[in-house]
């Protein structure tokens, strides 16, 4: 870059003429440096982010490889696993992005109740199949929502006249009893470990567990994990928590406390303590202790808060079009009359055109009436 000089040359008469034009050049080469540092400064300025962004994208991670696929597929299926949240049936099952599962809270329970629980918290589980997708992971546990064949379900033998009989019959109406979570990335699936699918499946997957309560117990609040290995019980516990705690009850009651009806779970045996678990729904409302020395000891107050479930009625299952009736063809069902309908019978008058005044209902036979082999 040429710096332009100026044509007039300051003079400095104390300084004489030779001294004055070595100030001046230094003067002038001084600016042209400013310049040249202020026109670097912004040209860096300019390319900073382009500089940022391709850094950031040569320290991505690279795609998933084929043959990382095909490893964690052979390490992961059939893998027995521990459920750290429900998992519901049906082809809505869980999305995992970021840590975050999705549903959960109120409209996990509201699925659940409609289409009934694949698996819940510290059930085993089994790895069915693993299927990898542009962005997502596809991870199917104990079957799937799809009811699946074996491959010796599709054999069947021909007979002599042309019939054939399926090797391993099977039944074409039974349900799928599993489920599935899909675990999501940003842009595409990144090359990753094993050890690194497990955690990023660990949010509804338990990979360590060595037990079901041990998995169970990596779901529950620190409270009521407390108690439980305590063996403890806490009023507004649900069943499966005092299940858990104390073990199945050698004795239960139903009673009813005017119209709330409620069960009660009892453990424990005189000359040792006696407790009284109250149960009204799934939720413990009251425990009474009965202490070997007398004391009687009664809580009711909650101790811990648990999210409630929503009660939602299940849908009515779709009725088939070939379903038996007793409408006529053509008839439509909508227009047959209800039962709290008026139906209109006939009214038939007899020739005289006056009604009979022993029959007060026309068209019905006499109150005397008998049928001719009766009279």
């Known amino acids: 870059m040429a710096c332009v000089l100026p044509h007039e040359v300051q003079r400095f008469p104390d ?3 030779e001294n004055s034009v070595i100030i001046w050049k230094r003067s002038a080469l001084l600016g042209c440096f400013m310049k040249f540092r202020r026109i670097t400064a912004l040209l860096v300025l300019l390319l900073l982010p382009s500089l940022i962004a391709f850094a950031g994208d040569s320290q991505q991670t690279p795609k998933i490889s084929k043959q990382t696929r095909l490893e964690l ?5 059939a893998e027995l696993v521990y459920v750290r949240t429900a998992f519901p049936m049906g082809k809505e099952g869980l999305r995992v992005k970021d840590g975050v599962v999705t549903p959960s809270g109120s409209e996990l329970q509201q699925k659940l109740v ?5 698996c819940k918290p510290g059930d085993a589980a089994r790895i069915s199949d693993v299927v990898f997708k542009d962005n997502f992971i596809h991870i199917e546990i104990n079957g799937g929502p799809i009811k699946k064949q074996k491959w010796y379900q599709r054999v069947s033998v021909g007979g002599a006249d042309g019939s054939s009989v399926p090797l391993a019959p099977s039944d074409s109406n039974a349900n799928a009893r599993g ?4 675990l999501y990335f940003d842009n595409y699936v990144p090359e990753m470990t094993g050890q690194d699918l497990k955690q990023l499946l660990r949010p509804v997957l338990d990979f360590e567990a060595k037990s079901r309560e041990e998995a169970y117990l990596e779901t529950v609040p620190p409270k009521v994990k407390d108690a439980i290995q305590n063996h ?5 516990m ?5 299940t858990y705690s104390k073990g199945r009850p050698p004795k239960k009651l139903r009673e009813h406390d005017g119209e709330m009806e409620y069960e009660e779970w009892i453990y424990g045996e005189p000359p040792q303590d006696v407790e009284f678990v109250r149960f009204v729904g799934d939720d413990v409302v009251r425990l009474e202790t009965m202490k070997v020395d007398g004391q009687k000891i009664v809580k009711t107050e909650k101790e811990i808060e648990m999210e409630p479930g ?7 299952d779709v009725r088939p079009a070939t379903a038996p009736t007793l409408h006529r063809p053509g008839e439509n069902p909508d227009s047959a009359p209800k039962d709290n309908d008026t139906v209109r019978v006939p009214v038939i008058v007899p020739p005289g055109g006056q009604p ?10 006499p109150p005397n009436f008998l049928p001719a082999p009766l009279r």
Do not use: Y
Request: glycine share 10%; aromatic share 6%.
């Open 15 to 17: 300084v004489g003429e």
């Open 73 to 77: 597929a052979h390490l992961f299926n």
């Open 114 to 118: 409609m289409w009934g629980p694949a």
């Open 179 to 182: 489920s599935f979570v899909d």
């Open 232 to 236: 403890k019980v806490l009023v507004g």
């Open 238 to 242: 649900n069943r499966e928590m005092v």
């Open 310 to 316: 929503p009660k939602v009625a299940k849908k009515d």
């Open 356 to 365: 009979d005044p022993t029959n007060p209902t026309p068209g019905a036979p």
